[in-house]
């Protein structure tokens, strides 16, 4: 089961830390991705990281504001988001593919948390 909590209300340009905890079983040897779908559009790949830590996979338009980390002691993935603009309002959801690499197709991840809204103002 994974749970995604930190979403809010936020101004255009400040940041949030997304967190995505694990539970019932280790994802640890799973890839963690983050995802997002803002009303009336296509869910869409964020950014993604393999167990190892290396190989992190980003969306074009979130390169260097946001930042995927996970800590596999705490079972838990983190998405970093700043410079955060209005088109960044979607609900963001985390997932979990049981390879070794990293897929921008949500339809690879088989365990998904329940998502957490993020608002981004302007």
């Known amino acids: 089961q994974l749970q995604a909590s930190g979403g809010g209300l936020v101004l255009a340009g400040d940041s949030l830390r997304l967190s995505c905890a694990a539970s019932?079983?280790?994802?640890?040897?799973?890839?963690m991705a983050w995802f997002r779908q803002a009303p009336g559009k296509e869910r869409e790949f964020v950014a993604g990281?393999?167990?190892?830590?290396?190989?992190?996979l980003y969306a074009d338009f979130v390169k260097g504001r946001f930042t995927i980390s996970r800590d596999n002691a705490k079972n838990t993935v983190y998405l970093q988001m700043n410079s955060l603009k209005p088109e960044d309002t979607a609900v963001y959801y985390c997932?979990?593919?049981?390879?070794?690499?990293?897929?921008?197709?949500?339809?690879?991840?088989?365990?998904w948390g329940q998502g957490t809204q993020v608002t981004v103002s302007s």
């Open positions: 019932g079983r280790t994802f640890s040897s799973y890839t």
């Open positions: 990281m393999p167990w190892s830590g290396f190989s992190t």
């Open positions: 997932a979990a593919l049981s390879g070794y690499y990293v897929s921008r197709s949500g339809r690879e991840y088989a365990d």
